[in-house]
């Protein structure tokens, strides 16, 4: 094995640095991740704290407030019983405390008192009054019109509200001195409300009723929503039945959304309780809590874990509230691992583009040492190659003080303009498939399958001879340029130019599977290139070129033809005539391109073509359909579909020896839709003469041409 002294220097070089690139990515790496883990750690316990000193500030005038009122009642100070007294009084609460959502007050005959902050910041108050039959309503709204089911006014109603049976009572029987109740949905307005309820007595002990602040604990979802945490961390809470409580959320509708979970009770009324971890709709948070429930945990302390869900790392932080607080609440927080991972994958970018830096420096300055010797060998290797393939356009100017390297250079430069002359006169793909087998050329030729275009220029000999030789090769050139640019661009081979004329083939000596359709777009496009260049020319006041083509397909021997000493890469044989002479029927028909039946079967599902007539050309003795070309497929103007048409159905009872029919439609042809259609007019004289001499009952459509 040989390797170059280039290779051996940017190698040795562009290794030591990757080995010590990679050496400090992966130190970087080990020590950043467990710096970041640390930092990451204790900015999660620094927002835990900052959620749960939130929480405390914002629940905890409701302790004060329900003992200054336990007081108070308890001393015979307010009379929670007189709605006259004390509706004043717990609006006074409200009012003076905006944290604060409603004051209730409720007896063990099921009596209360409710008052209440409405979503305008107004108070609406109601006492509820239990009779044998009935509960009486007495509303008071500070604003009216808020809330107009209930206006104020008294009503009694069969059913109502009985405070007996509600959390925050139940949960106030359970203290003297007062406690939070469970987290629960309020029934009127679908809030969720948390309550700080203790059971009130007499100087007598006498047990006069529950009394309880309300505190919406919707906030603490919209305080969520303000923390950032990393780029896309989150914080919760639950509660003791590990129910979620509280997520980051913009608005009321995104917590009835994330929080609420509607359901019907067995009454049939529908109503409100929270998700749990196993149908909360953000999984990633139920799993962070269900992970969290089933760790074994002494008093589930604070604890930071990691684990997986979808294919995706998480960090979480675990938080339980003080005990002495009794909030029965939990503070979580919950990260994606490449939210903070993404400083390490930074830093080690740093360190990698910082390498790569170093890299490339060891590759210039191994370039540097070695260009010396090895480049301007190196550039010729590749000036070799490039003649290989024939592509003979580079120009590289190769600067060295060895003279042996110069001299291959000249030679160099010199093949390259002999074989630039060279490539003028043979086909280029030919040339760069024998240097690809490595072959020298050899007079041999097979039989395949392939498409040969013929080209010719109407009236050439007239024109010719109304212009100069040095005016003919002036217009002939750019057209000649043209036509081949336009060929080579589609895949095919020019063969030869025999004085106006053109003949290319597809299929050889590249095989192509969609020969005969890539051989239709290039007539096209050649057809449309001679129109425009024709327009040019008038423009010009010089004589117009009006190009006639003919297509055909089949198998033809393709090959070197000539002697040992000069050979014709070219194809021959029945095919390659008939392409010829299709040519040629342009003229007859008055049409520009003509392919024979062979070419549009192969080529139909991507061409808009006519048939034109089934015909024997001279040299040949059996018929062949041929069709006038028109468009690529889906391209044909409204008017030449039309055309189509009706040709198609005269010719089919033209054939079909129905000249009658057929006189009448090539006859509306040319009187209503396109009346210089010369082959309309053909097939019109046809049905004419023969129904006066009709031809032979084995007449078979054939028209024989007698001519080239």
């Not at 003028?424 to 395949?448: H, S």
């Not at 690529?632 to 159905?649: A, P």
């Amino acid at each position: 094995m040989k390797i170059s002294v280039r290779f051996n220097i940017v190698f040795i070089l562009v290794t030591l640095i990757i080995i010590t690139g990679v050496t400090i990515v992966f130190i970087s790496y080990l020590g950043s991740k467990n710096s970041v883990y640390f930092l990451v750690e204790n900015m999660l316990k620094e927002v835990a704290k900052t959620v749960t000193n939130e929480t405390v500030n914002y629940l905890n005038n409701a302790p004060r407030a329900s003992q200054i009122t336990n007081f108070l009642i308890s001393n015979d100070m307010v009379d929670p019983d007189n709605f006259e007294i004390a509706e004043p009084y717990f609006k006074k609460i409200l009012k003076s405390n905006k944290e604060l959502s409603s004051c209730l007050w409720g007896t063990p005959q099921g009596n209360s008192i409710v008052v209440r902050r409405m979503i305008d910041d107004t108070i609406s108050s109601r006492l509820n009054t239990m009779t044998k039959n009935s509960v009486i309503y007495t509303w008071l709204h500070e604003n009216p019109e808020y809330f107009k089911t209930f206006k104020n006014d008294t009503v009694s109603l069969k059913k109502g509200y009985d405070a007996r049976k509600r959390t925050w009572y139940k949960d106030g029987l359970k203290s003297k001195d007062g406690q939070w109740t469970d987290l629960y949905v309020s029934t009127t307005d679908k809030n969720m409300m948390f309550g700080y309820a203790v059971s009130i007595f007499d100087n007598k002990n006498k047990f006069l009723g529950v009394y309880s602040i309300g505190i919406s604990f919707f906030r603490m979802s919209y305080f969520l929503n303000t923390l950032k945490i990393g780029k896309s961390g989150k914080a919760f809470m639950f509660n003791n039945k590990y129910e979620i409580v509280a997520l980051p959320v913009k608005d009321e509708n995104e917590i009835f959304d994330k929080l609420m979970n509607k359901y019907t009770d067995e009454k049939g009324v529908e109503n409100y309780k929270f998700f749990n971890a196993d149908d909360v709709k953000e999984k990633e948070i139920g799993e962070a809590i269900k992970i969290y429930k089933n760790k074994d945990i002494k008093d589930k302390s604070s604890i930071l874990y990691t684990f997986t869900f979808d294919d995706k790392k998480y960090l979480s932080l675990i938080t339980p509230f003080p005990a002495d607080l009794s909030f029965n609440l939990t503070a979580g927080i919950l990260i994606p691992e490449e939210d903070i991972m993404y400083l390490i994958y930074r830093n080690n970018i740093i360190v990698i583009i910082f390498s790569i830096f170093f890299i490339l420096l060891s590759i210039a300055t191994g370039f540097v040492i070695s260009k010396s010797i090895s480049g301007p060998l190196k550039m010729l290797a590749g000036e070799a190659d490039k003649i290989r393939e024939l592509n003979l356009s580079s120009d590289v100017k190769i600067k060295t003080y060895l003279t042996e390297i110069n001299i291959i250079n000249n030679s160099f430069e010199n093949m390259k303009k002999g074989l630039k002359s060279f490539k003028k006169y043979v086909p280029g793909d030919l040339v760069v498939q024998l240097m690809k087998m490595q072959k020298e050329a050899v007079i041999e030729g097979k039989k395949t399958d392939i498409t040969i275009l013929f080209s010719d220029i109407e009236n050439f000999t007239g024109i010719s001879e109304k212009l100069k030789p040095e005016e003919l090769m002036e217009n002939l050139t750019p057209y000649f340029k043209g036509m081949s640019s336009t060929i080579h661009e589609n895949k095919g081979t020019v063969d030869k130019f025999i004085g106006d004329a053109i003949m290319a083939f597809w299929g050889a000596p590249i095989d192509i599977q969609d020969h005969a359709v890539c051989a239709c777009r290039a007539a096209l496009q050649c057809s449309r290139f001679s129109i425009e260049l024709a327009k040019r020319y008038k423009d010009q006041n010089k004589l117009a070129f009006n190009t006639r083509i003919g297509v055909n397909t089949g198998e033809a021997t393709v090959g070197n033809m000539g002697y040992e000493e000069r050979l014709n890469y070219t194809a021959i044989g029945d095919n390659v005539n008939l392409a010829s002479r299709l040519e040629g029927l342009n003229k007859f028909y008055a049409t520009n391109i003509i392919i024979s039946e062979f070419t549009f079967e192969k080529a139909k599902e991507y061409i808009e073509a006519r048939i034109l007539d089934i015909v024997t050309v001279k040299g040949r003795t059996h018929g062949v359909k041929i069709y006038e070309l028109l468009s690529e497929k889906g391209n044909l103007v409204q008017e030449k579909q039309k055309l189509i048409n009706f040709y198609n159905e005269g010719i089919k009872y033209y054939l079909s020896g129905n000249w009658n029919e057929a006189k009448k439609i090539f006859t509306e042809i040319i009187n209503n839709i396109t009346p210089l259609d010369k082959p309309s007019k053909i097939m019109l004289s046809r049905c004419s003469e023969y129904l006066i001499n009709p031809p032979d009952k084995e007449w078979d459509g054939i028209y024989i041409h007698k001519e080239k």
